[in-house]
């Protein structure tokens, strides 16, 4: 089942797994953050794949709360902003994966 997300007025219709990827990043709590890989895991493709979509999609979602496995992201500079906003612990545009990661459990 796809879906739809508002965006500028107009609806966007979205396939499934761009649906769920997007749910997924939504679910994530302000204060931590997920690796690409552990978006892929959960919704059953790869790292690769979620950055695709991030960088197509990631605009409709809290897109700073997905980062690489080391912790940085593409985008640090624009990315810390939104990290000290929510506390995300990160220094030298890397976050703390340790502290900052989510628990999908």
């Known amino acids: 089942m796809a879906g739809s997300r508002d965006h500028d007025d107009a ?10 990827v997007l749910d997924l990043v939504d679910q994530v709590p302000d204060g931590k953050v997920l690796s690409y890989g552990d978006v892929a895991a959960r919704v059953g493709t790869g790292p690769r794949q979620i950055g695709r979509l991030m ?7 809290a ?14 500079d ?15 545009g890397r976050v703390d994966m340790k502290s900052c990661r989510w628990d999908l459990g």
Not at 55 to 61: I, M, N, P, S
């Open 78 to 92: 624009r990315a810390a902003v939104h990290w000290d906003a929510e506390g995300i612990s990160h220094r030298g």
């Open 55 to 61: 960088a197509r999609y990631g605009h409709l979602t």
């Open 11 to 20: 609806a966007l219709e979205l396939d499934d797994l761009t649906s769920r």
């Open 63 to 76: 897109w700073w709360r997905v980062v690489r496995a080391d912790g940085t992201s593409a985008v640090s």
